[in-house]
């Protein structure tokens, strides 16, 4: 069993929607997670990051975090093509001394 | 300039040659990383340093050397490539400070023929 789980996709989502991104984990030690945005061909970029149980906002993207079920979310809002992507979720172990990632989760947003 | 520079940008070679991946970084980061991207498996870290002399192996290091030459350059060895070797490879460097928060190079599209 991979240490983080995502569903592959792809996800499709209309324009101006919300679009949902999941991801699970099994290290109930993990003290850190976070959310990487990949275009085609470029290398991903960190666009939330997340510690605490609850959400954190920032613009139009939501990260949620529930370490009982174990599970991290991102959730966005108006939904705009430019969000186009692959979404990677991460886990930190202590001190973040590596992350460890999932296999993406590959979004399309249709006009 | 990128703060994190990998070259080459692509590579094809053949199966068991030596072929030496290069990243260079501008960010005064101590810790740099290299994973390997392939299709439906994400990104699996190969090999990561804190420092100079500090340099730990990561999920599947096997095939793979890498060299700290110095605080801003990390290299990555293939010391005998062979076709499963064939993959995009990132380097990575981020801040002891916020050490979730990384950096990624350009990658290396390496293919192995």
């Known amino acids: 069993q991979k240490e983080v789980e995502q569903n592959s996709g792809p996800l499709s989502v209309p324009e101006g929607a919300i679009a949902s991104l999941n991801c699970t984990y099994s290290d109930r030690g993990s003290q850190s997670f976070f959310w990487y945005r990949q275009y085609s061909g470029k290398s991903p970029e960190l666009i939330m990051s997340?510690?605490?149980?609850g959400d954190k906002e920032d613009g139009r993207f939501t990260a949620q975090l529930n370490k009982a079920s174990q599970y991290v979310s991102l959730l966005i809002r108006d939904s705009q093509p430019s969000d186009s992507a692959t979404y990677l979720c991460?886990?930190?172990?202590?001190?973040?001394?590596?992350?460890?990632f999932g296999t993406g989760t590959r979004l399309t947003i249709i006009p | 300039d990128a703060d994190v520079t990998q070259t080459p940008r692509n590579r094809i070679t053949k199966t068991g040659k030596r072929i030496m991946l290069e990243c260079s970084q501008t960010k005064g980061h101590d810790r740099m990383y290299w994973y390997r991207q392939d299709p439906g498996l994400g990104l699996q870290l190969i090999y990561y340093?804190?420092?100079?002399?500090?340099?730990n192996k990561g999920e599947i290091s096997d095939g793979y050397s890498v060299s700290r030459q110095a605080q801003a350059k990390f290299s990555l060895s293939l010391e005998s490539a062979i076709p499963n070797q064939t993959a995009l490879y990132f380097c990575?460097?981020?801040?002891?400070?916020?050490?979730?928060?990384?950096?990624f190079g350009s990658g290396t599209r390496l293919t192995v023929v």
């Open positions: 997340i510690y605490s149980n």
């Open positions: 990575a460097t981020s801040d002891e400070g916020d050490s979730g928060r990384y950096t």
């Open positions: 991460a886990q930190g172990t202590f001190g973040n001394e590596k992350l460890t």
């Open positions: 340093s804190f420092d100079v002399k500090d340099i």
